[in-house]
């Protein structure tokens, strides 16, 4: 039994950002962690803490709350939405222009489907 669910944004963003970094074949080897600030503290909007980009292109950026990350999708973003929905994972719009998608992650438990998603977006990138 697994004691002590991970609810701390800050391991989240690290744990997702481990994932990412972990993968060096197929659309997750596209991704690259990018202009991540390691002094970024949790805040009640959230703090960025770290890009993330498909081909050197930026597709989401990761936020740190002190009890989940926030992701903004800047591109893919029905896909996103599609793919958070589809792994149970808290998602909307937001509207701003061009819009964006929201994916919420909320524990440790919520990487590997939040990272489902990121792979989804790449692989949607030509």
């Known amino acids: 039994m ?3 669910t991970i609810t701390d944004g800050r391991r989240i963003a690290e744990l997702l950002s481990s994932e990412i970094h972990g ?3 197929g659309p997750l080897g596209r991704l690259t962690v990018v ?3 390691r002094d970024a503290e949790p805040a009640e909007f959230g703090s960025f803490s770290y890009g993330v980009d498909v081909d050197g292109e930026r597709l989401a950026d990761v ?3 002190p009890d989940r990350v926030r992701v903004e999708f800047r591109g893919r973003v029905e896909t996103a939405t599609r793919e958070a929905d589809g792994a149970g994972l808290r998602a909307r719009p937001k509207a701003v222009d061009p819009p964006r998608t929201l994916v919420f992650v909320e524990s440790g438990a919520d990487v590997k ?3 489902a998603v990121f792979e989804a977006a790449a692989a949607s990138v030509q």
Do not use: F, N, Q
Request: hydrophobic content about 35%; aromatic content about 6%; cysteine-free.
């Open 2 to 4: 697994v004691e002590g």
């Open 23 to 25: 993968h060096e074949r």
């Open 35 to 37: 202009d991540a600030d």
């Open 63 to 65: 936020y740190i709350h």
């Open 113 to 115: 489907p939040a990272l």
